[in-house]
């Protein structure tokens, strides 16, 4: 068994991951393309191309942090280089348009460097603390409290403050929250158990020719990918969907509390569904009520704001599910090929995994931009009045709605085909 404190030491690093998901992906389009000046369509391409860079420097983390046998030196390095990365993109020093791009896309590459030190091993940690099938999600329950959390206060209280006080400011607040976060989790984890090794894999290549002969991982990147477009979608859109579908930029705070309170809410729930359906199943389950609650948000001009609430609420309950069950999914194909390949190879999985999953997050809103670009969206300075074309409107509403649930749909279609259940992994056990 994991003891309660070192699940409780590995759970606050979900601050990192959620804050570090959740304020770029919900406020980093919207800052360039409101705050700089910033033409949306070059403002997506910011988003979106330094983490290409995560393409490369995410399997290349899990196959050094595989050889150097301890995953917490880079928890540290983690959290020595990226609070202040994070800080300085939202501090563009009297930048406007394209000098102001650049700007921010230097920075976001080196926070996706900075990100690679602490995500790639901190995932990889679950699977070599137990083996055993059940725990594992029990041991994620407390890592997706504390992602609840985190998402719900970073997406409740970075907009106000960056509205209060300036971007700058709310930068540096979350600078320092992901520094005591990932401070917590190098010293929380330090008699964490391992039961199990990893080996490095020489090369890139024979990274990704593993990655290619394990099917279950395919099937589990493949509908993780989909979920992950989804969401990012749907997270750069909020404050996009607030200002012009609600008419409330102020809005895009409780509609995160919508989105985010189920985590904290329903994780026991999805824990014992995961036993009870199995963790396909569950995700199936899950995918499903983020489809139909976003499909259902398209009809808010009819509905209005209460309705839209009330549906980002149910794409909310699946959220949370789908947050839960990748990371114990994950951690059962480091078990699995651990047991058929004889070679404990977390790190491979994981690097790989996160650099797939954090540029689909990011090309989301990469799309999102396209969108709104070729329908005329008009970019602005703060206190800068504009109207927008209708064709942008609409485009704000399909492509946070609609665009989301086809995605979500695709992600159920391939989780029907995953295999690897309960039954499979105690057969190799």
Not at 15 to 31: A, K
Not at 120 to 136: F, G, L, Q, W
Not at 391 to 402: E, W
Request: contains cysteine.
């Amino acid at each position: 068994m994991v003891p309660r404190s070192v699940r409780i030491g590995y759970g606050i690093g979900s601050f990192c991951t959620g804050t570090f998901s959740t304020v770029p992906g919900l406020l980093l389009l919207f800052y360039m393309t409101n705050q700089l000046a910033v033409p949306a369509w070059l403002a997506s391409f910011v988003v979106f191309l330094p983490k290409l860079w995560d393409v490369l420097i995410n399997p290349w983390v899990g196959q050094r942090s595989d050889r150097s046998g301890s995953r917490r030196p880079w928890l540290l390095l983690g959290a020595l280089t990226l609070p202040i990365a994070f800080a300085l993109i939202f501090a563009a020093p009297g930048m406007s348009g394209v000098p102001a791009a650049i700007y921010v896309a230097v920075l976001y590459f080196l926070t996706a460097t900075a990100y690679a030190f602490f995500e790639v091993p901190y995932k990889a940690m679950p699977a070599e603390m137990t083996e055993d099938y059940h725990e594992r999600s029990s041991l994620l329950q407390w890592r997706m409290i504390f992602l609840g959390i985190a998402i719900l206060l970073s997406g409740a209280v970075a907009q106000p403050i960056a509205e209060a006080f300036g971007y700058h400011v709310m930068g540096v607040a979350v600078g320092v929250v992901l520094f005591a976060a990932m401070l917590g989790t190098y010293f929380g984890t330090a008699k964490a158990p391992v039961v199990t090794r990893s080996e490095a894999e020489p090369s890139l290549a024979r990274q990704l020719a593993v990655a290619r002969s394990n099917k279950h991982f395919l099937l589990l990147l493949g509908f993780s990918c989909s979920q992950m477009f989804a969401a990012g979608v749907m997270l750069a859109g909020a404050p996009y969907f607030a200002t012009y579908t609600l008419g409330d930029s102020g809005a895009t705070t409780t509609l995160f509390l919508c989105l985010v309170g189920p985590i904290l809410l329903t994780m026991p729930l999805w824990v014992w569904l995961a036993r009870v359906l199995d963790k396909k199943g569950a995700m199936v389950l899950s995918s499903a009520l983020f489809m139909a609650g976003a499909a259902a948000m398209s009809l808010t001009p009819v509905f209005g704001s209460v309705y839209a609430h009330a549906c980002v609420f149910f794409v909310g309950i699946g959220y949370a599910g789908i947050q839960l069950l990748q990371f114990s999914m994950m951690a059962d194909v480091i078990v699995h090929d651990a047991a058929t390949s004889g070679k404990a190879r977390a790190g491979v999985f994981t690097g790989l995994w996160t650099a797939c999953e954090t540029v689909v997050f990011a090309f989301g809103a990469t799309v999102l931009g396209w969108v709104l670009g070729s329908n005329g969206f008009v970019e602005s300075q703060p206190g800068e009045k504009v109207a927008q074309p209708d064709s942008a409107i609409q485009a704000v509403l399909l492509g946070g709605t609609l665009l989301p649930a086809v995605f979500i749909g695709v992600a159920i279609v391939l989780t029907l085909r995953y295999r690897l259940t309960a039954a499979e992994m105690a057969a190799r056990s």
